[in-house]
């Protein structure tokens, strides 16, 4: 299973976007991103996946390169509530075993 | 998505004997995974629940500690044997449904061993 690395902490002030990288330099081709964030004492909670092309939903926006080897995950509007520890990771679409690493602890300032 | 319901929440346990930790999801999945979180550390994986069979243990996890059962595709169970105050930790169901392609977690199970 390939591995992620993430900055172990970034700050973002309210109402401005937050931007989380992640390498996934040994990705392999049948391998999805996979974003998810752990608000305190919560379990994580999705938040949204690629394989390739960018893709955006109603929390979040994902950047793929074009090599696959990093992402970027963008909050466009980052709220207090958004402050969690956010985890990138690669999934197997055949075991869907997830492997967190450290994740990036994502505090938003008023 | 999926409700996922685990009991207990939390509980506090003496040293040497076991609890039986409860994943309860309102509908029909696919996978069914636990994981460990140890105190202000990520989260990791301890084994697949199969149905019917066997779970599938993560390096570094045996079936003696943790047995694991999954009599249906709505319903697991992980014990946590012969407690000691490593054991420590949150544990969490995970869960795949057939619809989708993410996994979902439940809320864990706050475990202190004194």
């Known amino acids: 299973d390939a591995k992620t690395t993430q900055p172990p902490s970034m700050d973002c002030a309210e109402g401005r976007a937050a931007n989380l990288p992640c390498n996934h330099s040994?990705?392999?081709?049948?391998?999805?991103v996979y974003w998810y964030r752990q608000i305190h004492s919560q379990g994580p909670q999705y938040i949204i996946h690629g394989l390739k092309n960018n893709e955006t939903n109603e929390m979040a926006s994902l950047i793929i390169t074009e090599d696959r080897k990093s992402s970027t995950l963008i909050l466009p509007h980052a709220t207090l509530r958004d402050t969690a520890v956010y985890y990138c990771i690669v999934i197997n679409s055949g075991t869907y075993k997830y492997i967190f690493g450290t994740g990036t602890r994502l505090k938003v300032l008023a | 998505s999926a409700v996922i319901s685990q009991k207990p929440s939390r509980d506090i346990c003496q040293r040497g004997t076991s609890l039986t930790i409860q994943c309860q999801v309102d509908s029909q999945v696919t996978m069914m995974f636990w994981y460990r979180q140890q105190p202000g550390q990520s989260l990791t994986l301890i084994a697949t629940a199969n149905q019917g069979s066997e779970a599938t243990y993560e390096s570094g996890f045996v079936i003696d500690k943790f047995p694991i059962s999954r009599p249906n595709l709505t319903f697991s169970t992980l014990t946590v044997s012969n407690m000691s105050p490593e054991d420590s930790s949150i544990y969490l169901c995970?869960?795949?449904?057939?619809?989708?392609?993410?996994?979902?977690f439940g809320q864990g199970t706050r475990l202190t061993v004194v």
């Open positions: 040994t990705i392999s081709g049948n391998e999805y």
């Open positions: 995970s869960v795949k449904k057939p619809s989708n392609t993410e996994a979902f």
